[in-house]
Structures are given as C-alpha cells and as structure tokens.
C-alpha cells in the first residue's frame, strides 16, 4: 500500500496556561496542505518489522522512528504481522509542519484499511494521541481548531479557495522544548474561532504564533522571512508550530514564482489553500 502523507500549518497558535501533566493548553488551527511524503509498506516475509528511509535524513533509530511506533501500537491492539515499511521524507523535518505526525498517522489509518482492523475514526485518534499531539488531526485530516495539547478537535468551516501559500524553510532546528521553556503564555480576549471570521487581509495583527516572540528574537533571519513574504504581497504570513517553517497565504493571481524565487536559498513550496489535499 502507497500513502502520500501530507503537511499541515497552524493559523495562530495561542499558548494558554501550564496543564497538570507538564504541557501547555493550547488554541490553533490546523489547516492540511498538499505537501506531502511517501509511505509504503508491504507485508514482510520474515517476522521482523523493517523501516527503510530515504530522502531527508531522520536522525533515529528504527525503535524511535515514529511510523515504526504506529506500526507496534497497531500490532500490539490487532496483532497485524511484521511489515516491510518505506518512508521517503519530503516534508522538511522539525519545521512546524507536523511530518512525522502525519507519516505516524497515515500508517495507522493504512494499517487499519489493509489489515481490516475495523478501527473507528475515532479509535484511531485515540491511538495517535499516544504518539504526539497533533497526530490525531492526521486521522481526520480536516481543517480544525484544536485545544487541550491540540488534541482536542473541533472542525471549522473556513474556506480559502482563491489564495495559495508559499512555505519558506531556512532550515533552522527550533527545538520544542525550548521553544516551550521559553514561550510567553497568556489567554486572548477574542477567540481564534471567532478572529477567522474576519477577512484574510484582516489577520495579520490579530492571529498570532506566540512562539514568535522568542524564536524570532532568537534566530532574526526567520523573522525577516516573514516581514519578507508580507512586503511581497502576503494577504498574511506566519511562522508555523514552533517553527522554522514560515508561509505567507497569497492572492491567487500573485507571481508566487517571482516571490519563490526571491528565497532561492532556502527551501520553498507553494501550492493552493484551499484545504483540500
């Protein structure tokens, strides 16, 4: 079985108060985008499960990799056998664009159809939520707001037909943790599901990724990426997650090419916004 595992951005990200268990409550939402991977597995001939990967490098081992995991949580709840299992990584990796949740929750959603597990949905987004916070929007793969540690989703109607986005990947590692450790929490007085209703050339100062603030202070050549895609006619731009990946969504009338072309140094994709993957 093929799967073509997709990206994802988040419009605003509200970090709110420090929960019991040592996250952070959040608000964002979760928008797919057609950036995407390639997943493969086949059913093994030996009794080992094997992870082979190509493209951008993932430094882990094979217990560690994430779509391994999804693999030994689905064999462990349907005892499905070992599997062969090829992962190509396109999505650029720790760069808030949720690549690694996604390939974890494409294989379990393949995993379920393939071996006719007869897992809900809903099952397997209580599944996901085990191997990282935002897998579980993966299952789904709707735009939705999510709460709780973005667990937690509700989906929205928001319809951006008529913009592209452009991503900007300068290729900095943000690491979470800091990115966490470091990050100003504090509850809004408009929510995002009510902000969203504005027009798109009305979100710029009022949507906001709180993990700017640090990372852009940080690592200024980020920061100048947005301000960047904004002066090229970005309707609006943010970083994504924690980062390092920034968009800008655009007109879809706007020479994206030209603006592409503009960050030939750093890695870009553009491709339209309509929440359709």
Known sequence: MI??????????????????????????????????????????????????????KIDS?????????????????????AIDI???????????????????AFMLKGLNNYFECGASD???????????????????NMAAIGTGRGDVLEPIDLSLVGYRILLVNPGIFIST???Y?????????????????????????MIINDFEEFVFKKYPE?????????????????????GSTVYGIFDQNAKLDQVAAYFSQYYTWQGPANNIV
């Open 3 to 56: 799967l073509y595992p997709n990206a994802k951005i988040n419009l605003g990200l509200q970090v709110l108060e420090r929960r019991y268990d040592g996250f952070h409550n959040l608000e964002t939402v979760f928008i797919p985008i057609g950036l995407s991977d390639i997943l493969e597995f086949i059913k093994s001939k030996g009794n080992n499960t094997n992870i082979t990967v190509s493209g951008l």
């Open 61 to 81: 081992d094979q217990d560690e990799n994430i779509v391994f995991q999804a693999w030994q949580l689905m064999h462990n709840r349907f005892n499905i056998p």
């Open 86 to 104: 090829y992962l190509h990584k396109i999505i650029p990796v720790g760069a808030g664009l949720g690549g690694g949740s996604s390939d974890a």
């Open 122 to 140: 809903s099952d397997l987004e209580n599944i996901a939520c085990k191997l990282g916070s935002d897998c579980a929007f993966f299952i789904r």
């Open 177 to 179: 943790r800091e990115a």
């Open 181 to 205: 450790a470091n990050v100003k929490s504090f509850r809004r007085e408009e929510s995002l599901k009510s902000l969203l209703k504005r027009p798109v050339s009305g979100w710029q100062h």
């Open 222 to 242: 980020i920061g100048n990426i947005k301000y960047k895609l904004i002066d090229a006619g970005a309707a609006y731009a943010a970083m994504s997650g924690s």
